[in-house]
């Protein structure tokens, strides 16, 4: 079934724009709360958002529509994503919601949902939710005293604190490590200085003034220039980007050079591996991770399994396959022995308690392998998809016999905005640019 409102990681769009208005979230918020009302207790739901002036729209919307299915609404203020799918658990709530569009600019928002055991939807739920979104619940709205209630919690930060240290050994100490942390002015502002600084380093805090406009603008993970030129200003060990919902991160070694998720997953599944952690002889990532870190872990007789874009598809093959670890290139990492979706502080500390560990910089300690020549291109689209085109079918097929068995193409219509994403990678650099930019050209003049 093709879906109407859901993408890769929930419902995003532009807020107040075609797809994510009040009304909407409103008639999701009783569509989600109907589908998860199982058995005669009291249903509660947990709401957390990041720093956009649109959550405070979108969380009185959604209140709405789940109190007037019965279900008690417990609203969080700005938390993490990985702090909604711990509290969801915590609070033994039926189910959990985020409101974010994660790295997004301000001007977009979205919708996502945890279930009672923290993990997101699947595709079923999901659809099962957009059939109650389009037919209406009037038949399952609540009267009387069995319309649910709201409140707000306090202390959450520091909960979510608490649990990010305890995934690190009691002892763990990060005395003489200078740090300089990149909180996007998203919902991690308050969250990562303080695990940090409790764990003793000397912290340097940026992007943690949001005015509700200035999430990842120019900041954060996705833009990590400013960081890296402040970790060589202040002559800091290793510089951490989170994004706007800070479950993914991105890691400035002592030179400020940006190490992304790839290298990361490379050092923390060679290091667990050592310590005979790292469950399922490998890790989960997907088909844009970089062939370099395939061939890496298969240097060391690990495996590398790929999935679709999209960290739930990770942790989905994650949890049927064994493995406790995976992610994605772009700083999505899931430790499932700490957490149930990608959390961007817990993957920081694991990788901070490794370079304590090796006594050797940032710069050697994550760099596990050489990138292959990789290139990213995003053709803008007005509606529909060009991939069945025949003469984008044809570009295709010629340039995956250019690039041979070194290379690969990717392919692929992003999951949250208007874009076709045309990947290409192999050992040939210049290959690489005139394969993809041959195809980019194709599809826009068919677009």
Same mark, same amino acid.
């Given at each position: ?34 589908? &998860? ?17 649109? $959550? ?13 299915? $019965? ?22 709530? /039926? ?12 001007? /977009? ?9 923290? &993990? ?26 069995? *319309?649910?209630?709201?409140?707000? *919690? ?56 949001? /005015? ?43 030179? $400020? ?33 970089? +062939? ?56 920081? +500390? ?58 690969? +193409? ?16 192999? /050992?040939?650099?210049? +290959? ?6 041959? *195809? ?8």
């Amino acid at each position: 079934m093709a879906r109407k409102y859901f993408g890769t990681d929930g419902i995003r769009g532009k807020a107040n724009g075609d797809k994510l208005t009040p009304d909407l979230a409103m008639r999701v918020g009783q569509a989600a709360g109907m589908a &998860f009302r199982r058995g005669d207790h009291q249903h509660r739901v947990v709401i957390g958002k990041d720093t956009r002036r649109s $959550g405070y729209m979108i969380e009185y919307a959604l209140t709405g529509g789940f109190t007037s299915v $019965g279900m008690d609404v417990y609203l969080l203020g700005p938390v993490p994503t990985p702090a909604v799918a711990m509290l969801t658990r915590s609070l033994r709530a /039926d189910l959990g919601v985020m409101i974010s569009a994660s790295h997004n600019p301000f001007e /977009d928002n979205g919708i996502k949902f945890f279930q009672p055991d923290g &993990f997101k939807l699947s595709d079923e739920i999901e659809e099962k939710i957009e059939a109650l979104v389009e037919k209406g619940v009037s038949a399952g709205l609540t009267q009387g005293r069995e *319309i649910g209630r709201a409140r707000r *919690i306090n202390e959450v930060t520091t909960r979510y604190t608490e649990f990010a240290k305890r995934t690190l050994p009691r002892h763990t100490d990060f005395t003489g490590l200078k740090i300089v942390v990149d909180c996007a002015n998203g919902a991690a502002y308050k969250t990562a200085p303080e695990a940090l600084w409790e764990l003793g380093a000397e912290v340097i805090a940026m992007g943690v003034e949001p /005015d509700g406009f200035n999430i990842n603008k120019d900041c954060g993970s996705t833009a990590p220039e400013a960081l890296c030129k402040r970790v060589v200003e202040e002559g800091a060990d290793i510089g951490i980007a989170l994004d706007g919902d800070a479950d993914r991160v991105v890691i400035v070694d002592e030179k $400020g050079q940006i190490v992304d998720g790839d290298q990361l997953m490379a050092a923390l599944a060679l290091y667990w591996h050592e310590l005979e952690w790292l469950n399922g002889g490998g890790i989960v990532a997907t088909i844009m991770s970089n +062939l370099g870190l395939e061939r890496c872990l298969s240097d060391n007789h690990l495996r590398l399994e790929r999935t679709k874009v999209g960290d739930r598809y990770v942790l989905e093959r994650m949890r049927s396959g064994g493995y406790n670890m995976g992610g994605e290139q772009s700083g999505h990492i899931i430790l499932s022995d700490f957490s149930t979706t990608g959390d961007g502080l817990v993957s920081a +500390l694991q990788v901070m308690s490794l370079v304590q560990k090796r006594q050797r910089p940032v710069s050697e300690v994550c760099k596990m392998f050489d990138l292959v020549p990789q290139l990213l291109t995003n053709v803008r689209i007005s509606g529909g998809t060009p991939l069945h085109d025949d003469r984008v079918i044809k570009a295709i097929a010629s340039g995956e016999q250019k690039l041979g068995a070194t290379g690969r +193409l990717v392919i692929r219509p992003s999951g949250t905005e208007p874009l076709i994403r045309v990947m290409g990678e192999g /050992d040939d650099e210049g +290959l690489v640019k005139q394969v993809v930019g041959d *195809i980019a050209q194709i599809i826009e003049g068919v677009a």
